[in-house]
């Protein structure tokens, strides 16, 4: 026998017709995954070859006023992904305002994927809003914050240890413009993400020596996809007490690429914070909003 | 089967094993979730079950069971193993299990446990942690011991790779035994020692010897009988896996299809073995490209494959230094890679003779310039009649074609017509340089058994026999006088007898035939674009073959050929002067003059005519030439590596440096020369591989083929080439062949010195001083006094950038820089390697030849407060005073008669030296004087009567 010929080398073992993915033998986990943005980027990470465990609370909460994403949206989202070619796709079911659930769901993913690369902290609630700042009960005051601040740090803080062991890893805060300016009856969200960005930036530092990145990602305006099933603006147009369409106009107008944000456009940046190719990117805060804090 | 992406680069992934099974039947999801949460007790670990909507011999269902093949999973974060159910969509299902090496059943034994109740183990199987924590120091000491150079891996580089091959059965001997012997076998020869680690898991190994001088037989036996040991973290593992026993029972049918011993290589090189029961072995070379790049382990892989087959079918008396790693097809691809088969595009000059060369030039170009030398000129058709002119006075003194005939002359333009007119006879000219010493001459002259010698050298040795005759005499013989001419003479003849000191020995000469020159200009003509508009300098002595390359290179492709006066060959300064004034275009420097012209160009720009630098004679260290490269862009001016060799024809190899060498510090010299081709062998003349260091061989166009008078030892060094017809050199330079063919040069192979025991590579120490900042120049010598080993000592010697490295004017020694650079040195090279002392010179002194002339180097001062000199300073007499300031001014020592500007000084020196004198009260004179009282010992003398005459 000669020496082999150079081409016999490495098996290829992406599906057949397609290269490997930018996240290929990477899991990501995201919450708020049923739908709108967390369904936009858990297809995009799917598309990547990524291995996916997909979150979300599946139920109604008490004090918010608009259904939020259901067990069948996040099956349907599971369904989206392994279509888009993802690697394996396990769903779970939490409530990231239980740090059981929290701990159920990071267990889940380094069962079966033995690791944990990438977590997109996409859960959060836009309502209770629509009321001035002195006006907001303390009960809808600690449950916005529970939620999109508290929940985010549950999180990080379960896979911290993981991802501090592997020496890599990724996490993606998805905050607002909100978390960067204000906005005249939103106090309580506003806060929120204004402390996940914070977050956001003392998290980077903690975790820097491991290798690993905590970013924040700051859409602007998101238009309710049919697709992604997305609702967040019709709920803050109804807060706020305004037609959709009305309130869609406001935002095009002061967004200066004249458009409303689309989901795919969060996770075309949601998909570049996850990969290596951010590797020296963290702490910082990347924004989708067509321009509008640029005013 | 692996690819980057998969390989898990972190710990968990090498230790973990895994396995799947194709379950025939008894793929029952309920039962067997419920049976591992059993299994695995209070780790309760899940059974994942995975649809692929795809049958199960898809790719699909391929891609879906690769993936969790490859899958870790980590003691640290859960269980420690996991269960996947693969359920196809035809019906069919595999069960993988992987598990990590903490946990006390192998995947295996775990899937025969959930898929058959009767086989259930009475304890769980979690993990305990402190045997992760073990496993995982075990890792981290795999990762911290050095990959080796051979390995050709580049470190920094994640992800892994791995190349299938197959191994044939044959007789008894199991396949643990075979293939460890035949990677064994591999390994040693690679690494150049007997001694053979093979990790078989991540704390223990086997070892073993490949002695050369045991036979087949015993070899397989001493490996059979090898035991694991706790293991010293090898670079190489081998894992081999063994048929498993089909699983049946109720209910119940399974059998393996896959066994890993690990996902991701666990070794740096981790060969994988499957033992299926079949007549062939298949197998995987892992490797993680770190330590082992792709190409080394194709080659590793096609050298275990034929060691395999050879030790298997060898008969058990064969001596195992006989078994070959290489097949013939594979040394013949060695060989191509070496360069054997390429051969210049266009051969012009093809079988000419040197002197029927340069008189083409003067048929076809009569009246352009040939020669060039201090304003006169002499075009092609002067040069042709001259030469004629000095051959026909040869042959009347009796020259014959195949005589040879001394030629001791400096370089002048004579020199050069002299030379072609001693070509014109048909004798082969024995260059000598006047400035070497009468015993050499007269060693060289009774050598090579010269009856004439050419010379205007009254202190020539005189000997029996032997005439000289001067140059001047020979060009005003009568034509009339003239001895017939010659019939046709023969490309094959000798043109010219080169001697070479070597490191040990006599000098010997070179018999160079005319063919080599042309095969030499044939083979870089083109490439280098040389012609007629070209203007090149004859630097070098005529005695070192360098010259030949400048005087033969330009004369045969009709260039202009600048005879460097004497003076101009010494101050770089003035050097640079004459090459804008006569417009130079190709320029040969070896790297150490080269480094001189470098500090002069920063001064003032060396000219833009210069197209091409040739490097030869020496190692070059490319890291230098950035700053060159800075100021003259490789778009115009293209520097050209050369590795050579007087006995293969000057050069052998050529590199062009770009930024991307000088960068990266590239230790290559290129491809050989077309028509040109090398081989590395070990010390048995075996081929190795790309990466692995051996002896340089040479073959081809080039090799001279022969000592003069020194049948012996012609034999010894010009060997039978095993691929070509002719003989090959050997070259006693150690190098490696690169993966593209390339050669990287690493040194003569008996530049290795002993110091209290240690083997020490001077190279590398050299190359450890040039990685320090501000480092432009290195060396290193092993300094012994006779008969006091205890008293011997590295000492280097630098040549700092952006300063001379002389010391201060207080006379305060250069400390700050040199002892940087000690401390540099000792950053990265073991304590016995680190040199004692460390020296900046002005200017490393170099040979006639331009090369580093160690036995030039001073005596270090470093480390002696108090000098004897400087000791006597105060009562001294006025020379000790002297040389006392001398010491302080230079750094080191200095003797009554060196020469002041031999020692490196300069004008800022001269200066500094005055302010010295100053200070310490001694008499001061004019600074030209030091040009007319160039040492110690004049200059006190002509202070002395200075100070009588005041």
């Known amino acids: ?295 | 089967m692996t690819d980057d992406h998969l390989h898990d680069p972190s710990a968990a992934g090498r230790l973990c094993r895994a396995v799947a099974l194709r379950v025939h039947t008894g793929a029952d999801p309920e039962r067997l979730g419920r049976d591992l949460a059993l299994l695995t007790g209070t780790a309760g670990a899940r059974l994942w079950v995975e649809d692929v909507p795809d049958g199960a011999e898809s790719p699909a269902a391929a891609h879906a069971r690769e993936r969790e093949l490859t899958r870790p999973t980590d003691p640290a974060t859960g269980p420690g193993l996991r269960a996947v159910l693969l359920r196809y969509a035809d019906g069919g299902a595999d069960l993988v299990v992987v598990a990590h090496r903490a946990v006390p059943a192998d995947p295996y034994e775990l899937a025969r446990a959930l898929l058959d109740p009767a086989a259930r183990p009475t304890a769980p199987v979690t993990a305990p942690h402190d045997a992760a924590g073990r496993l995982g120091e075990q890792v981290a000491r795999l990762d911290r011991s050095p990959a080796p150079d051979w390995g050709l891996g580049e470190p920094g580089t994640a992800g892994a790779g791995g190349r299938p091959f197959t191994l044939p059965v044959h007789g008894e001997a199991p396949a643990a035994v075979t293939a460890a012997a035949a990677l064994g076998l591999v390994l040693a020869r690679c690494t150049g020692g007997p001694d053979v680690e093979l990790g078989t898991g991540p704390g223990h190994s086997l070892t073993f010897t490949a002695d050369a001088t045991l036979t087949v037989g015993e070899y397989l036996e001493r490996v059979r009988r090898a035991e694991p040991v706790p293991s010293r973290a090898p670079a190489a593992g081998l894992y081999v896996t063994e048929p498993a026993e089909v699983l049946t029972g109720e209910g119940l049918k399974a059998e393996v299809i896959e066994d890993r011993p690990f996902l991701a290589p666990l070794h740096p090189l981790s060969v994988h073995v499957t033992d299926d029961g079949s007549t062939v072995l298949s197998g995987v070379c892992h490797h993680r490209r770190s330590a082992f790049g792709d190409s080394a382990v194709e080659w590793l892989t096609g050298m275990l494959v034929t060691a395999h087959r050879a030790l298997v079918t060898a008969r058990p008396d064969t001596p195992l230094a006989d078994v070959p790693l290489l097949d013939d097809d594979q040394r013949r691809r060695l060989a191509v890679l070496g360069g054997l088969g390429r051969t210049p595009a266009a051969p012009e000059a093809a079988g000419e003779r040197i002197e029927q060369t340069v008189r083409s030039w003067a048929e076809r170009t009569p009246d352009a310039t040939a020669l060039t030398f201090e304003g006169t000129e002499l075009t092609y058709r002067q040069l042709d009649e001259r030469a004629e002119r000095i051959a026909g006075a040869l042959r009347a003194l009796g020259v014959a074609p195949a005589d040879r005939v001394g030629v001791c002359l400096d370089r002048t333009a004579d020199l050069v017509v002299i030379l072609l007119g001693v070509l014109k006879t048909g004798a082969a000219y024995v260059p000598m340089d006047p400035a070497y010493p009468a015993d050499r001459l007269a060693y060289m002259t009774e050598d090579a058994e010269l009856s004439l010698v050419v010379t205007e050298s009254d202190a020539f040795p005189a000997a029996e026999g032997v005439r000289t005759v001067h140059p001047g005499s020979l060009a005003a013989a009568d034509p009339d006088r003239e001895a017939p001419e010659p019939g046709p003479l023969s490309a094959d003849a000798a043109a010219y007898v080169i001697y070479t000191s070597g490191s040990t020995g006599r000098p010997k000469g070179v018999v160079v035939p005319h063919r080599n020159v042309a095969a030499l200009m044939d083979a870089t003509r083109a490439d280098f674009g040389l012609g007629g508009r070209d203007v090149w300098t004859l630097f070098h002595s005529s005695a070192f073959d360098f010259s030949v390359w400048e005087i033969w290179g330009c004369l045969t492709t009709g260039g202009r050929l600048v005879v460097v006066p004497y003076w101009a060959s010494r101050d770089p300064e003035r050097f640079a002067r004459l090459l804008g004034e006569e417009r130079v275009t190709v320029l040969s420097q070896t790297p150490s003059a080269f480094a001189q012209l470098m500090e002069a160009d920063r001064a003032e720009p060396v000219t833009d005519s210069v197209r091409l630098v040739v490097f030869g004679g020496e190692p070059l260290d490319t890291r230098p030439l950035l700053s060159w490269l800075d100021r003259h862009p490789a778009s115009r001016c293209r520097l050209v590596n050369m590795f050579g060799i007087t006995e293969t024809t000057v050069h052998v190899t050529a590199q062009t440096v770009t930024r991307s060498e000088a960068l990266t510090g590239s230790r290559s010299v290129g491809h050989p020369l077309p028509g040109w081709h090398l081989y590395v062998l070990d010390p048995e003349g075996r081929e190795l591989p790309p990466g692995v260091a051996g002896e340089i061989h040479v073959g081809g166009a080039g090799v001279a083929g022969q000592y003069l008078n020194r049948p012996e030892l012609t034999a010894q060094r010009f060997v039978p080439d095993p691929h070509a017809p002719g003989p090959m050199y050997r070259s006693g330079d150690r190098g490696r062949l690169l993966p593209d063919g390339r050669l990287e040069h690493l040194g003569r192979l008996d530049n290795q010195v002993k110091l209290r025991g240690f083997r020490i590579e001077l190279d590398e120490i050299r190359a450890r001083l040039l990685d320090a900042p501000g480092v432009a120049a290195a060396a290193v010598v092993l300094r012994q006094k006779p008969g006091d080993a205890a008293g011997a000592r590295l000492d280097a010697y630098v040549v700092l950038r952006g300063g001379d490295g002389a010391p201060g004017p207080d006379g305060t020694a250069p400390a700050a820089g040199t002892e940087e650079v000690r401390r540099h040195a000792a950053r990265f090279l073991p304590e016995h390697m680190v040199p004692s002392t460390v020296t900046a010179l002005p200017a490393l002194p170099l040979t006639p030849n331009g090369k580093i002339d160690t036995s030039r180097l001073p005596e270090p001062l470093a480390g002696v407060r108090t000098t004897p000199a400087a000791a006597d300073e105060e009562a001294g007499d006025l020379e000790t005073r002297l040389r006392g300031v001398w010491e302080k001014v230079f750094g080191f020592r200095v003797g009554p008669d060196d020469d002041f500007f031999t020692l490196g000084g300069n004008s800022l020196l001269a200066v500094r030296l005055l302010a010295a004198l100053r200070e310490a009260a001694m008499p001061v004179f004019p600074l030209p004087q030091l040009y007319l009282h160039r040492t110690v010992r004049t200059l006190a003398a002509h202070l002395a009567g200075a100070e009588a005459r005041a």
Not at chain 1, 29 to 52: E, F, P, S
Not at chain 1, 57 to 65: E, F, Q, Y
């Open chain 1, 1 to 295: 026998m000669t020496a082999p010929a150079p081409t016999a080398h490495d098996v290829p073992t992406a599906p057949a017709g397609r290269p490997p993915g930018r996240l290929a033998g990477r899991t990501a986990l995201v919450t708020g995954a049923a739908r709108g943005i967390g369904r936009a980027c858990a297809v995009a990470y799917a598309r990547a070859g990524a291995d996916l465990l997909l979150t979300d609370i599946g139920r109604d909460l008490p004090g918010v006023p608009y259904p939020l994403g259901t067990a069948d949206q996040l099956a349907h989202t599971a369904l989206l992904c392994r279509e888009q070619g993802a690697g394996s796709v396990v769903t779970v079911p939490a409530d990231v305002r239980d740090t059981e659930d929290v701990r159920a769901v990071v267990d889940a993913a380094l069962d079966r994927f033995g690791r944990i690369d990438v977590l997109l902290n996409n859960a959060g609630i836009a309502a209770p809003s629509g009321k001035t700042v002195h006006d907001i009960t303390p009960d809808e005051w600690d449950l916005m914050l529970d939620v999109d601040v508290s929940g985010a740090w549950r999180m990080i803080r379960a896979v911290g240890g993981a991802m501090t062991r592997q020496r890599s890893g990724s996490i993606v805060n998805v905050a607002s413009t909100a978390g960067l300016v204000g906005y005249r009856h939103f106090a309580g969200y506003v806060t929120a993400k204004h402390a996940l960005v914070g977050l956001t930036k003392a998290a980077a530092l903690d975790l820097a020596p491991f290798g690993v990145r905590v970013n924040a990602l700051c859409p602007g305006s998101v238009r309710d996809d049919e697709a992604a099933e997305g609702r967040m603006l019709s709920e803050i147009a109804r807060s706020l007490d305004v037609p959709v369409e009305e309130h869609e106009q406001t935002f095009v107008a002061a967004q200066p690429m004249n458009r409303l944000i689309e989901p795919d456009d969060v996770a075309g940046a949601a998909l570049w914070l996850a990969s290596d190719e951010s590797r020296q990117v963290t702490g910082s805060t990347v924004t989708v909003d067509g321009g509008f804090t640029s005013r």
